[in-house]
DNA sequence: TCTCATACGGTCCGAAACAGACGGTATGCG
DNA sequence: CGCATACCGTCTGTTTCGGACCGTATGAGA
């Protein structure tokens, strides 16, 4: 079938098919409580990519009210068969982590040693926060069945959102001390 | 300083700031082997970034042999500078992900139970692949001392495909009996 | 009543990023 | 001699991306 199709595509469409019929800025919501936690997608797009599922028949738009100019776009049979189709077929890519900590401490040699100390601080920090936001929305929905399947994936970005607190925490530990000892000089300097 | 670097940008000068001077060739190789395992960059950049970089006065280029147009790029002070200065500064950015798999499985009440079975089984190929490959160049490079700095990040990646592996393989244990319930009756239809 | 802030709802555009086709040159090897 | 395989790099047309910008409701407080 089309094989024009972008991941920002199958969101659209998987989105819709969850929900039932959508505006643009339905998805935009639903995509910034939900995927847009791990994969960001600039709001324009779901402006744009539905007119070209329209286009290419995945997508019904149905205009309402002339004055306030929404359409909400709904699942045609053709998009409801790619989108399974979708699920159905292989899945060969790797995933990418865009993560700009890793990046800086693979360079870290460059650098000082008290750089990568407040480098892990950060990340622990922001990665404890985010496993707060991640454990309150579990809680949240726990019980509601509708988005039970949903939950699944939140495991997934615990897990690995553990697997970096872990990483960075025992980073932080190793090389922490002989930092404070580096550091401390220079504020106690008597020594 | 300068504000309109990119990743890419720091990537180029973070390079060549731990390898010394560099060709755009070179630096296609060398992400190849490294950042690039994690991180995605076309290589057609790898050549044009360079160039912007000169004209920030961060990278010199010294054309050598005009034969054959190749340029090393060296770093000047206020590209270390700014590499620095970047290494040193808080990180704002949360990582993200791009995972098709997770994508998938996002959606998948839309398609049918089977292909969560297979996109596990998938994905649990596909990370204990990767986490051969990683341990492959763990043992490979453990005893290079040149390198053991940069080795720190591979803990990170290994992590990573540790917890995605821990993920899907217990998914699939979860998931995978009730399908092979759902599955059989096909085959041994009797029932 | 004014006016200020905040959510709602959406368009637009220039700049990067991106994929990948394309072009050529050495080098070896059967 | 012919072919394959690294090596080395350019170019081009799309997409993606951020984010500025533009309005309209709505309610709350001064």
Do not use: C
């Not at 019980?143 to 039970?148: C, E, G, N, R």
């Amino acid at each position: 079938m089309a094989d024009r199709l972008s991941p920002t595509s199958y969101v659209v469409l998987g989105t819709i098919a969850l929900r039932g019929p959508s505006t643009s800025y339905d998805l935009k919501r639903a995509v910034g409580r939900s995927i847009g936690y791990f994969w960001h997608f600039p709001h324009a797009q779901l402006y744009s990519e539905p007119q070209r599922l329209v286009e290419l028949g995945l997508l019904e738009a149905e205009t309402e009210a002339e004055g306030r100019r929404r359409r909400t776009f709904r699942l045609t049979d053709a998009g409801l068969a790619e989108l399974r189709a979708w699920l159905a077929e292989p899945t060969p890519e790797h995933f990418q982590m865009r993560d700009i900590a890793e990046l800086k401490l693979f360079f870290n040699e460059v650098g000082e040693t008290r750089d990568v100390v407040r480098l892990a601080r950060e990340q622990v920090a922001a990665h404890r926060e985010r496993i707060a936001v991640y454990e309150d929305m579990q809680a949240r929905y726990a019980d509601l069945d509708a988005v039970a399947k949903r939950m699944i994936t939140l495991r997934l970005g615990l897990e690995m959102e553990h697997a970096a607190l872990r990483f960075w925490s025992s980073l932080l530990e190793e090389v922490g001390p002989s930092a404070v000892r580096q550091v401390i000089p220079d504020a106690a300097s008597g020594s």
